[in-house]
């Protein structure tokens, strides 16, 4: 008797499984409920703010292909409409190991091979932007640790943090914003201050510090800081890429499906932006240029090429207007 109960139990488990994998990668069905359910919900949205010839707009993307996912249909907005538009990477993408260990066949790339994927990563940044029409001497790699940004902020402020997967503890790229500077979150700091008085930017796309990866949200805060020095935080507009568990569903390539806001960000204002089928084609075209990620994440990527994209005025939720006591 309690074999076979134990058979029951593995048998409603394997279901369980089963119906959610069909669920997150099914392409049929689940596609269509999602459509039926989501469509009217996200066209309830506003409409976000139009860019215009007069705008200077700098999107800070924690790696190589964040720019790509969360914003590619508005970045082909702003050129469209005249704005001028920069794009700054904090890291090179150069702590992602999985996708090493592909890329060089072997279980234990070390870290010259480590460097060697944060230069490929920045050639895909660069090769992303020329498809989105943004020139490319509007393009900064500043080249702080992936995976580390959130040490810098809160640990390393002014002692250097030794990267765990290149070992190196200082900008290693030439081509950098400054290289040879500290990893520490001074330093850091000092490269979005020159950014910003570089670029005087009147729009700024930054991650949430909703997102659920540290990188996010410590890009997110460094924004929300140096905005609030300079009393420009109306500048901000927000985005998030790792939004919750699975999100978004279903994975792979829908292009005919909308973008619903993400469940982290639940409370917060979010405006849709509408694309075109040609901005939606350009941004898989975009989302393609990064190989080395398609390579391993290309399901989880593409489910972002859908008809909307979603950008927030505000990075956390409006405190409630009765707040319990």
């Not at 488990?13 to 999602?34: H, Q």
């Not at 190196?168 to 950098?176: F, G, K, L, T």
């Not at 919750?244 to 569903?249: A, C, S, T, V």
Request: aromatic share 8%.
């Amino acid at each position: 008797m309690a074999r076979r109960r134990g058979r029951k139990r593995w048998m409603v488990l394997g279901l369980l499984l089963l119906g959610l994998f069909m669920w997150i990668n099914a392409p049929g069905l689940t596609a269509l409920a999602y459509r039926l359910y989501y469509t009217p919900r996200v066209a309830a949205l506003p409409q976000a703010p139009a860019f215009s010839a007069t705008d200077r707009v700098l999107l800070l993307s924690p790696h190589p292909d964040d720019e790509t996912l969360c914003c590619a249909g508005m970045l082909q907005q702003a050129v469209a409409a005249g704005a001028a538009v920069y794009i700054a990477w904090l890291t090179s993408g150069d702590g992602f190991e999985w996708d090493a260990v592909l890329l060089r066949r072997t279980p234990d790339p070390g870290d010259a091979a480590m460097l060697e994927l944060g230069r490929q990563r920045m050639n895909e940044a660069r090769a992303a932007a020329r498809v989105l029409g943004i020139p490319q001497a509007h393009l900064r790699f500043l080249g702080y640790p992936d995976q580390g940004l959130l040490r810098l902020f809160l640990d390393y402020y002014y002692y250097p943090f030794t990267a765990p997967h290149t070992g190196v503890d200082r900008v290693p790229y030439p081509e950098a914003l400054s290289p040879g500077a500290s990893y520490t979150g001074e330093s850091l700091e000092r490269d979005l201050e020159k950014l910003f008085d570089e670029v005087q930017p009147t729009v700024v796309l930054a991650p949430s510090p909703l997102d659920a990866h540290p990188d996010h949200r410590a890009t997110g805060d460094l924004a929300l800081r140096l905005l609030g020095k300079r009393k420009e935080l109306g500048k901000a507009r927000f985005w998030i890429v790792h939004g919750g568990l699975e999100w978004p569903l279903p994975k792979g390539l829908h292009k005919n499906l909308p973008l619903e806001p993400p469940p982290r960000g639940r409370g917060l204002p979010w405006g849709r932006v509408d694309l075109s089928p040609e901005q939606v084609a350009l941004k898989l075209e975009a989302a393609q240029a990064h190989r080395s990620q398609m390579l391993i994440l290309g399901r989880f990527m593409e489910a972002f090429v859908r008809q909307n994209e979603l950008i927030s005025p505000l990075p956390l939720p409006e405190p409630s207007a009765h707040p319990v006591r």
